[in-house]
């Protein structure tokens, strides 16, 4: 059976670690562990500046601070400028739903305001996005992918809508792809904008992980990830595959105040069976509960016990549901 699936460009269109006290509940970091550093005085400090990171804090800490209030929580954005770190984590203790934001991260050469409030839209989303969960010591905490697809599905929609935002500098470079499904899934021009922009938000961060990781492929969103997972993966997800996410969130056309379930991964986000054309999770990184959920409506129930044969319906559904190892 394989183990990978390749998708087009068209498939894809349309398809923490900061000292706290004890009590605190910490999560991973926006990247892998690393060692690099970047200091105020730096001359490898080349990102954005102290007043544009602030400006980017300012945009979040106001759109999100009552809606963590009203799940009973406050919002402790901590803004570590000074703070060489070259990472971004979220921590829960108490009822304080917290978010590390180091200076060393905004100072790094790929980082530009928009690529920054990604970060935190996804140090959010460990918060905020719902299932699937990390598990284990952290029950709390959206997964690493679940994180990222929140990032661009919720978080950067209201904060790309937001008026505060419209001088934020982002990338330079344009990308056809994500152009092309962002036009078709949506039509209004402004909603158009806000879906691009997150896709290109995606594409910067995506060039910090290739940096951080010397890799020698540059991620493109023409060249989706094949890899199927047949389990969840929880832990970062590789490059390619964070990109592909960061595009699904924003192709997904769920309104944007559709409640994500602290248990049902499926609720709130695209799934195919319940009719959405494009924006699915990524298969490198997620592995459905259920495996209806890649059917469209309307398709017949499925018995995956007859004598092992899978009905003809594609090598993505036929792993997911086989089970067997990458």
């Not at 259920?290 to 059917?295: D, H, K, P, S, T």
């Amino acid at each position: 059976m394989k183990k990978t699936v390749l998708l087009s460009a068209v498939a894809a269109l349309l398809a923490c670690t900061a000292a706290l006290p004890a009590a605190a509940s910490d999560c991973a970091g926006f990247l892998p562990p690393n060692n690099l550093k970047i200091p105020v005085d730096s001359p490898m400090a080349r990102g954005i500046s102290e007043a544009q990171f602030n400006e980017v804090m300012d945009t979040i800490e106001k759109i999100y601070k009552p809606i963590v209030a009203a799940r009973g929580g406050q919002l402790v954005l901590k803004r570590l400028w000074t703070d060489a770190t070259v990472n971004a984590s979220a921590q829960q203790s108490g009822k304080s739903y917290i978010l590390n934001m180091y200076g060393g991260l905004a100072r790094h050469e790929t980082i530009t305001q928009d690529g920054m409030a990604l970060v935190a839209c996804h140090e959010l989303g460990h918060h905020l996005g719902g299932a699937p969960k990390t598990g284990g010591w952290n029950p709390w905490a959206s997964n690493e992918g679940q994180s990222d697809y929140f990032a661009n599905l919720k978080c950067l929609r209201l904060v790309f809508s937001d008026k505060a935002s419209k001088s934020f500098t982002a990338l330079s470079e344009g990308d056809e792809v994500a152009g092309q499904g962002c036009e078709a899934m949506y039509s209004s021009d402004e909603d158009r904008a806000v879906c691009y922009r997150a896709a290109m938000a995606g594409k910067s961060v995506a060039y910090l992980f290739k940096a951080l990781r010397n890799e020698t492929v540059t991620p493109r969103y023409d060249t989706p990830s094949a890899t199927v997972v047949t389990t969840m993966m929880s832990a970062h997800p590789p490059t390619q595959c964070r990109m592909d996410t960061y595009l699904a969130g924003s192709l997904c056309t769920q309104p944007v105040d559709s409640v994500l379930s602290e248990t049902n991964p499926a609720a709130g986000t695209c799934t195919r069976s319940a009719g959405f054309q494009a924006g699915f999770r990524p298969l490198c990184w997620y592995k459905p509960a259920n495996a209806a959920e890649l059917l469209p409506p309307g398709s017949r129930t499925l018995d995956f016990d007859l004598d092992g044969v899978i009905p003809e319906i594609g090598p993505a559904f036929s792993v997911l549901n086989a089970g067997s190892p990458l």
